[in-house]
């Protein structure tokens, strides 16, 4: 069975200081990554994924088979951040064959 | 193009009554996600339909079903409603990929389902 892992319910940082959301995944074939983003009244969307490897809005991942583990980084935190962050795997390729979800942390950045 | 909507976005029901929701995909899109979003449980996958089949399901009882129409819409019906079905209830939709990796899904608002 497939899962995802995200340690951290709440994490809070200040504005400028690094950030790091940890994501950990199980599953027996090659996965593919996700991280979503929820900020305040707005509806989930995508924020990068690791077979592009881009970086958006400064945050990048990158996948560590050995380790099973996405994490999401950003050197400087920015207010705008703040958000609910969602790591999620797809088990196949080819087809949106249901993403299974972290359970979410929440990124607070104060001022 | 409009995003994925959801209708309706809120909903009251009472326990052993039955409920469906709608989804309009993103125009051209062609599949069509559900998932339940539970404080408990996060973010859990219902079942996904391409050109009207089925094509993956969570684990969920056969309580909860769907259906997709030619157009790509989707709904998704729950009977006999018990007191834990009550979360909010995502669509998403998405475009074929032609590199065969997995295609980034667009999320509607949700339908808050409600159950007294």
């Known amino acids: 069975a497939q899962r995802v892992t995200q340690p951290e319910k709440l994490l809070s940082v200040f504005k400028g200081a690094p950030v790091e959301l940890k994501c950990n995944y199980s599953?027996?074939?090659?996965?593919?990554l996700f991280w979503y983003v929820q900020y305040s009244r707005q509806r989930l969307q995508l924020l990068l994924r690791?077979?592009s490897r881009e970086s958006i809005k400064g945050f990048t991942a990158d996948l560590n088979k050995g380790e099973t583990s996405f994490h999401l980084k950003k050197p400087f935190a920015q207010e705008e951040d703040s958000a609910m962050y969602y790591c999620?795997?797809?088990?196949?390729?080819?087809?949106?064959?249901?993403?299974?979800f972290g359970k979410g942390t929440h990124l607070i950045i104060q001022p | 193009k409009a995003g994925v909507t959801q209708t309706p976005r809120y909903l009251i029901k009472t326990r052993g009554q039955q409920v469906t929701l709608s989804c309009s995909p993103i125009?051209?899109?062609?599949?069509v996600s559900w998932y339940q979003q539970t404080p408990g449980q996060g973010l859990q996958f219902l079942f996904e339909?391409?050109?009207?089949?089925?094509?993956n399901k969570g684990n969920f009882p056969g309580r909860f079903s769907g259906r997709q129409f030619s157009n790509s819409r989707s709904e998704m019906n729950v009977s006999t409603l018990e007191l834990g079905d009550s979360a909010l209830y995502l669509c998403?939709?998405?475009?074929?990929?032609?590199?065969?990796?997995?295609?980034?899904?667009?999320f509607g608002p949700g339908t808050r389902l409600t159950v007294t």
């Open positions: 999620a795997l797809s088990g196949r390729g080819g087809g949106a064959d249901g993403l299974t």
């Open positions: 599953y027996s074939g090659s996965p593919e």
């Open positions: 339909y391409f050109s009207e089949t089925q094509r």
């Open positions: 125009s051209g899109h062609r599949s």
């Open positions: 690791h077979i």
């Open positions: 998403a939709s998405s475009h074929p990929s032609t590199s065969g990796e997995s295609y980034e899904q667009y």
